[in-house]
């Protein structure tokens, strides 16, 4: 299917106001739609700003305070391998014995009760009554849903869930828009912006809505959406980028007119001879996407001069000669994007090692194609996604280094930009864990680029840094304890409460034992919710008696406080660090 984009953009200030339109056509034209309500009230639905990753999600990095969502207890037979068994099952699991309909608002509405409940999601309609049982956040959240679109509040959750393949065997059709809608709405706009500066837009394009929105998917279409059309931004805070080139090297500069930061935030992929570049920039991503006029090998080196914000990506010409051109240039070339509206791009990664951890916890060692150069920053996570039982399955990770303290002080990120290390816990109910448990060395992996708002500005003259996690939240500190001794200079102590059940469950012990005897700056203490008869440390959960003499503010200290674990636990501490008084800005939550 062809799928054509329009942009245009008007805008009219005055000292007192200023008024700015937006129009972006995409396949489903509910973001054209949702434009019109700055002209007049009109019930549509929505496509929401993305929230990405999930709020609730297990490595997601989000101010204090917000809670992740409540999980309830499943009965049994009803976890997500179930579920996945009754979707393969034939069960007609929409009511409409394999029709798929155009579903106009007003129907929608209807479907509003426990045993008939229809939402929306970007554009689609789902029946969710047979999967109000396999929900982990219970009845009570899919029915928020009910009869409306649910797409805000599928994201503040989850979004990065691949919903379109749980739930393909109850997809009821799309949504209809009235082309009479679309095309009032037109006029509105047009007559607004006449009004306004006196100055007629553009035409729009006559075929406001195509008959592919209108003609209800076969079921072995693709609703994958599409990225989210890049913001407009000013031509001289925009990146730009050059090429060059030798008798043997083809060379891309991009000028990111802002420093950048040491620890890397460039990632490379060349594959099948499109060479995509993604610079992370803040709560921004700049992306050049092109397909090279001729072969190169397939290694890529990148050199960064932060100080200046030039980045330049060098490939070796497989054939002696002189280029033309660079290359075709591909969709979303030479755009800048929040990072959370932009598309989730995965590479093969093949699985090189896994290592014991304790009892139940691998580190798994992934290492990336060639032509793929990434590191993942601290505090940022990457997605596994696999296909179990014709199911996709994506999860977030957070990598972790091969070791809690490198060889050498003066080391560099080594093996960081070709091999990525997860410590994982294989739940055996679980859906994904198993499975990776089950690979062989040299099979592969899907795995995401780095997302994540994590930034170092935080911890930026922090003199006492406080950690407080339960179980596997201890990853993405392993990290953030590694860059806090290595790069702080002005960190004076770091202190790491860690909460497990059992002595056995301690990640990384004797490491951790080790880096406390070495370096007087860190300090770790266990509690353990079951220890055995010999355990001489403290027992228990967390409680604000536990924290008074571990939350210290000496005087004159810049004090920061990381907590990650499950929800409830989060939520609890978060809670019990305010009473000691630390404020909003001094808290960061790995959501769990």
Known sequence: MTQRKHHFTVVHTSKSWSFIVVLIEDPSYTGFLRNLACFRRVAMLNVPSQSFPAASSQQRVAPAGQSGRNKVALKPGHSLMDWIRVAKSGRDLTGLRGRLIDVTEEELQKHNTRDDCWTCIRGMVYNVSPYMDFHPGGEEELMKAAGIDGT???????RWVNYESMLKECLVGRMAVKASTALKAQSVIKDSITHLNGLAPPPLPTSMLPPAFLTPPSPSSSLQPSAAPP?????DARPRYDWFQTDVTVNIVVYTKRKLPSSGCTIVDLQDGVLRVEVLLGKMSYILRQRLAQEVD???????????????????????GKWEELGEPLEFHDSLFRKKDRAIFYRECMLVSKTAVTHDTWVFRLQLPLGTLMHVPVGKHIYLKSLIQDSEVVKPYTPVEETLVPATLDSTEGTAATDIFLMIKVYPDGVLTPHLNNLNIGDHLSVSSPDGPFSLRLLREVTHLYLLAAGTGFTPMARVIRLALQDLGSLRKTKLMFFNRQERD???HSKLDGLAAEDERFQVEY???????????????????????????????????????????????????RQHCFSEEEIHVFQG
């Open 231 to 235: 913001p407009t931004q000013p031509k």
């Open 298 to 320: 397939g290694s890529v080196a990148v050199h960064t001069a932060c100080a200046v914000g030039k980045i330049q990506v060098s490939m070796r010409k497989a054939a002696k």
């Open 152 to 158: 805000d509040l599928f994201d503040q959750v989850h």
């Open 506 to 508: 301690i990640l990384w």
């Open 527 to 577: 509690i353990l919710s079951e220890p055995c008869d010999g355990w001489a440390g403290r027992k228990g959960r967390v409680e604000a008696s536990m924290l008074t003499d571990f939350l210290v503010r000496p005087e004159g200290s810049k004090v920061f406080v990381c907590v990650c674990g499950p929800s409830a636990f989060t939520e609890l501490t978060v809670g019990l660090v």
